[in-house]
T-cell receptor
Framework: QKEVEQNSGPLSVPEGAIASLNCTYS??????FFWYRQYSGKSPELIMS????GDKEDGRFTAQLNKASQYVSLLIRDSQPSDSATYLC????????????FGTGTRLTIIP | NAGVTQTPKFRILKIGQSMTLQCAQD?????MYWYRQDPGMGLKLIYY???????DKGEVPNGYNVSRSTTEDFPLRLELAAPSQTSVYFC???????????????FGPGTRLTVL
């Protein structure tokens, strides 16, 4: 069974520190990886996509992918209270597959 | 662009009633999806469509029906509502693989449904 696993948290991080969110997946053939941010009562918002091994940076966000170890992570630098949300990891099995598999999310709280 | 829109935002149904959740997108996406999200849980795929006239079941299709007569619209029909269908429903859309190498999905604002 294809699975995406995340630590449910809550993860508490002081304001200004680096928040590190992790996700592992079971399908070794997975090709595309996404991080969504979901504020309480709101819909998921795509914040990062990564497709190749290594790091991808966008502002304060860095996504890291290691296909050999089957994990993907999201780093948030200079964490702000507005980063407090649930972060969902999503994986697409292979090119041509129309569906994403979502993890259950990690709840992140930034402490002022 | 409005992106993905959903109506209504909230709805309360009585057991046994039926309703249609509306979803529309103006991004010319081929693929559209319906998910449900229960409190503290992840997203579960109900139905999806890869184009007008083509739909397929997801992980939790029982109690729901869909149709896709146009590229823009993908309504979700609930027949004989049950308390187990109390949830938040999200519609999403994405480009097809032939137009984008990736499957980035974009979500609507959601419909919060309560069945009493």
């Amino acid at each position: 069974q294809k699975e995406v696993e995340q630590n449910s948290g809550p993860l508490s991080v002081p304001e200004g520190a680096i928040a590190s969110l992790n996700c592992t997946y079971s399908d070794r053939g997975s090709q595309s990886f996404f991080w969504y941010r979901q504020y309480s009562g709101k819909s998921p918002e795509l914040i990062m996509s990564i497709y190749s091994n290594g790091d991808k940076e966008d502002g304060r966000f860095t996504a890291q992918l290691n296909k050999a170890s089957q994990y993907v992570s999201l780093l948030i630098r200079d964490s702000q209270p507005s980063d407090s949300a649930t972060y969902l990891c999503a994986v697409n099995a292979n090119f041509g597959n129309e569906k994403l598999t979502f993890g259950t999310g990690t709840r992140l709280t930034i402490i002022p | 662009n409005a992106g993905v829109t959903q109506t209504p935002k909230f709805r309360i149904l009585k057991i046994g009633q039926s309703m249609t959740l509306q979803c529309a997108q103006d991004m010319n996406h081929n693929y559209m999806y319906w998910y449900r999200q229960d409190p503290g849980m992840g997203l579960k795929l109900i139905y999806y469509s890869v184009g007008a006239g083509i739909t397929d079941k997801g992980e939790v299709p029982n109690g729901y029906n869909v149709s896709r007569s146009t590229t823009e619209d993908f309504p979700l029909r609930l027949e004989l509502a049950a308390p187990s269908q109390t949830s938040v429903y999200f519609c999403a859309s994405s480009y097809s693989w032939s137009r984008s190498s990736y499957n980035e999905q974009f979500f609507g604002p959601g419909t919060r449904l309560t069945v009493l």
